[in-house]
């Protein structure tokens, strides 16, 4: 009679070799893709609605100490050993970027509109590795920044880069001072218009006193295909961003700071994953020096125009820095994912829009960081059947670590030969449900 130990090590071997042939389907599903649908698209001019602007309160911060605005950099002007902007393209070439081409599920896209501004105000960028990675930050709830035995601070090991290495930018200023902390103060005006969705939002999260101004907005219809007859799926959709703003920290917890948001179908989707206070909506208010600071980076040079804080409300010292020297954002977040739950219905179309502005005035500009190829399709649907579902690889991988997580606690759990026999008789029936895919 076999043993324990060998009988042990003839399923483990099994498990391995089932593991093998279930990442060989796997591999061969992700290789044949559907591509990214040529819809026509339709690039409008500005945003399909602008809002009648409330005045500002006199309570808005005075602009008699306003910074110099200064003028778009020529793409020239980047040093080779930094980010490289292309602000040349269109609306269109913008969502191109953006969208994955390498999903399970096509993402179809159509009618995208723009702002008016769109080229001054958003861009293209290659090389943004070449910003930096991040440092490691230590324990809740301080989230304090360690250091080395020489003070300095331990970068993040595997590195975690500030930002992505490529994808788009929208700005309430001018893309291309993204580049090197150079001012606490960074603003370009557009002298353009607001956006109704960002002026609901600066409603619901600042007071409705605030008017939007120059805001850059992206918006595009879209629809998830489903690559296998019948449609019967949950779509869900995904994209990685940044936010990043010129008004940290002179602005936290106040009515005065910039605004962005994702709206998929009229809901904002720009959404912590956990918080610590009563929203989960990422705003300055909401991720800085004090609140969910475990999203978020200071980079304040503490030199602007405006006073820094220098206590929180809880009476902790805030110490401002340039952490991060080659990006100009004076606070940003970490790489968030967006997510949000379109139509359920495959031939309906969703609209999002991806949008931010600057609130109360036109000054101290603020970023949102799009990820190249990172907005995808993703199919949520619980325990699809073997004949049908496209994913059957992942869902049977995921079958087998639960079964062989199972098998484990039996083995160790058991006395008996007679039980590990059932275990392996199980396994083997298994096996033949797997062999016949």
């Not at 040093?79 to 393209?89: A, G």
């Not at 929180?312 to 952490?323: F, K």
């Not at 606070?331 to 991806?354: C, H, M, Q, R």
Request: with cysteine; aromatic share 10%.
């Amino acid at each position: 009679m076999m043993s324990i130990q060998q009988s042990t090590s003839s399923i483990l071997g099994a498990i391995l070799l089932l593991a093998t042939q279930l990442r060989t389907i796997v591999d061969a599903q992700t290789t044949n893709v559907p591509s990214i649908s040529q819809s026509p698209t339709i690039l409008s001019q500005s945003p399909s609605t602008q809002p009648t602007h409330s005045s500002i309160p006199s309570s808005s911060p005075t602009t008699s100490y306003k910074p110099s605005t200064t003028s778009f950099p020529s793409l020239s002007s980047a040093p080779t050993d930094r980010m490289q902007f292309d602000t040349t393209t269109n609306a269109t070439e913008l969502v191109n970027n953006l969208i994955s081409t390498t999903g399970e599920i096509a993402v179809e896209i159509s009618n995208v509109q723009a702002s008016s501004h769109i080229e001054s105000c958003a861009a293209l960028f290659t090389r943004g590795h070449t910003l930096g990675t991040l440092y490691q930050k230590g324990p809740a709830p301080n989230y304090d920044l360690l250091k080395d035995a020489n003070g300095n601070y331990i970068p993040t090991n595997p590195e975690v880069y500030m930002v992505p290495d490529e994808g788009l930018i929208l700005s309430s200023g001018s893309p291309q001072h993204l580049n090197t902390n150079d001012e606490d103060d960074q603003t370009t005006i557009h002298s353009k218009g607001g956006d109704i969705d960002l002026k609901k939002t600066v409603d619901d999260s600042n007071g409705i006193n605030n008017s939007v101004f120059d805001a850059c907005v992206l918006q595009f219809d879209f629809r998830c295909n489903s690559p296998w007859e019948g449609g019967s799926y949950v779509p869900r959709i995904e994209f990685n961003y940044i936010f990043g703003s010129e008004e940290y920290y002179e602005y936290v917890f106040s009515e005065f700071n910039d605004v962005f948001g994702f709206y998929l179908n009229g809901n904002n989707i720009a959404k912590l994953p956990t918080t610590n206070t009563g929203s989960d909506v990422v705003s300055i208010n909401n991720v800085n020096y004090h609140s969910n600071k475990q999203y978020f980076h200071g980079n304040d040079p503490g030199t602007g125009w405006q006073q820094d804080p220098t206590e929180d409300p809880n009476g902790n010292p805030v110490i401002t820095e340039v952490v991060y020297p080659t990006i100009e954002m004076d606070g940003f977040t970490d790489t968030l994912t967006a997510i949000g739950i379109p139509k359920s219905d495959v031939n309906e179309w969703n609209t999002i829009k991806l949008a931010v502005g600057d609130v109360g005035d036109n000054i101290l500009d603020s970023w949102v960081i799009l990820e190249s190829a990172s907005f995808t399709c993703v199919d949520v649907t619980q325990s699809p059947s073997v004949s049908l579902a496209p994913s059957i690889g992942k869902y049977l991988t995921g079958w087998v670590v639960n079964f062989s997580i199972r098998f484990l606690e039996l083995i160790y759990s058991s006395s008996s030969f007679q039980s590990l026999h059932s275990v392996h008789s199980q396994f083997s029936q298994a096996k033949c449900i797997f062999g016949s895919i």
